[in-house]
């Protein structure tokens, strides 16, 4: 007995050990100069970024960069933030560029529940105005985080310069998914009262995610703390959609949709159905806005953002251009039309009003 728990007592030290050796060396690659992470957090690590207090509990932020429209981007269900850090690099050379973790993810401490696109919605504006970001702001969601920032784009108008959704879910996705013919439910129904069970699968890297960063996202997103906030945000995501559809409507914004053209569901006429309702939904997405541009990203699943960054830093950029344009007029000896900065390889493009 004693020779067993000195033997699970080692295998817990090396786990631990192989852990912080992990979080360590990211610290390293990622921050030239950064804070301590206090009692609270789920790592005790050097941190990239600030910890914010938003209301009793403190969220990640980590910004690169100087210019206006300050950029911010929010990673999918599941996902780490740290999946940005290559296009806020680029970014960065010309915009200030942030990326966060939400309550529970990455560096930040868990929040009340319930976790919602409304309540994430207004956690980010209490974080944006309290570490004096300057607005307006480009907005970056990606699937999930997609729902996070079309809420707060429709909520705070004033403080939105431009929208871009890469492959973002769509508030009504849950019940069209689920009516005839399709039959096939994306999300599970929480009854009141009823505690709901959610397994999740361990985290999986997506292949073209940096190998220098796989060690600390694998770390991040197999915490426990993280694992209740994903297991949170997929309970309530129906929620979430609700909270997007009772938004007011999307402001006459710069809004780029980028959708993927490689399959994920299944082949056959169910699947055939499955992949064209996304692109209905997608294109209904572009449309939110007058000023808008729809993008088919033709080498990308729904990770764009990691199988073609360039494609989704363009995108970016476009809406950067756009919301200069809006603030500052061209001058008046520009002759005919204003110059556009559309162009984009290996993807097409569907839809263009951005003007």
Known sequence: MKAATVIAARRLSVRHLTMALLLALACLVLAPQPAVAEEGSPYRLEIPGQLIDVGGYRLHIYCRGEGQPVVIMDAGLGDSSYEWLDIQSSLAEHVKACIYD??????????????TSGHIAEELLILLTSVDLPAPYVLVGHSFG?????????RNPEL????????????????????????????????KGRHTRVH?????????????????????????????????EYVNFRQSARDVKSAPPMPDIPLFVISRSQRVWPEGEKGNRMEALWLELQTELALQSPRHAHIIAGESG?????????????AIRNVIDAARLTRDPPPTYYAGEVPKRLVFKRARLASYTLN
């Not at 997609?146 to 429709?154: S, T």
């Not at 849950?174 to 599970?188: D, G, M, Q, T």
């Not at 361990?202 to 994903?230: D, T």
């Open 102 to 115: 939400r309550a529970g993810y990455g560096w930040s401490e868990p929040a009340p529940q319930p976790r």
């Open 200 to 232: 999740l699968a361990r985290p999986k890297m997506h292949p073209k995610l940096p190998a220098r960063l796989k060690g600390i996202v694998m770390a991040m997103l197999s915490h426990g703390v993280a694992r209740r906030a994903i297991a949170e």
């Open 302 to 314: 729904h990770h764009i953002h990691l199988d073609q960054p360039q494609l989704v830093l363009a």
């Open 146 to 154: 997609g729902y996070n920032m079309q809420v707060f784009a429709r």
């Open 160 to 191: 939105t310069a431009g929208l871009v959704l890469v492959d973002s879910s769509h508030p009504d996705q849950v019940e069209r998914y689920l009516a005839p013919p399709i039959r096939v439910k994306l999300a599970p129904e929480v009854n």
